[in-house]
């Protein structure tokens, strides 16, 4: 019978870079979001989080009947956000925005953010 150490790690090498490579590209997923319907939304930001993997924006925004909706908005990664003239000081509390991209499939108010304008009229891309 053979002994399977002989070969050193390399036989289970490729084995490891399966098992690395799915999760790096599943959280990529947009799945839950309509991409075949743009949405946008404007209020005013209550939470920024500069996080991996994706970075986080609430707003509270006015609903066409009138009520408040709290929309959890997607951005892309602090790094790759950072490459697209971002920084954790872009978005404070209290900063009125438009967020463009795709809603949830739900009708939830989530959204995968493609751009956000600033009440300057600045615009930053997301993905």
Same mark, same amino acid.
């Given at each position: ?8 790690? &390399?036989?289970? &090498?490729?084995? &490891?870079?399966? &098992? ?8 990529? =997923?947009? %799945?839950?979001? /309509?991409?075949?319907?743009? *949405? $946008? *939304?404007?209020?005013?930001?209550? #939470? ?9 924006? !609430?707003?509270? *925004?006015?609903?066409? !009947?009138? =009520? ?7 951005? /892309? $990664?602090?790094?790759?956000?950072? #490459?697209?003239?971002? $920084?954790? /000081?872009?978005?404070?509390? +209290? !900063? #009125?925005?438009?967020? =463009? +991209? %795709? @809603?949830?499939? !739900? +009708?939830?108010? #989530?959204? @995968? ?6 009440? /300057? +009229?600045? *615009?930053?891309? $997301?993905?």
């Amino acid at each position: 019978m053979p002994r399977l150490d002989r070969y050193g790690p &390399f036989p289970v &090498f490729p084995v &490891f870079l399966v &098992f690395l490579i799915f999760p790096l590209s599943a959280h990529h =997923s947009t %799945a839950d979001y /309509d991409l075949t319907r743009p *949405a $946008s *939304a404007t209020g005013v930001v209550t #939470r920024f989080e500069w996080a991996n993997p994706h970075s986080h924006i !609430d707003l509270d *925004a006015t609903a066409a !009947d009138g =009520s408040m909706e709290h929309w959890v908005i997607e951005i /892309d $990664s602090p790094h790759a956000l950072e #490459r697209l003239g971002w $920084s954790k /000081d872009s978005l404070k509390p +209290g !900063d #009125r925005i438009t967020c =463009s +991209g %795709a @809603r949830a499939k !739900d +009708g939830s108010p #989530r959204m @995968r953010c493609t751009q956000v304008v600033l009440a /300057d +009229g600045k *615009a930053l891309q $997301s993905f």
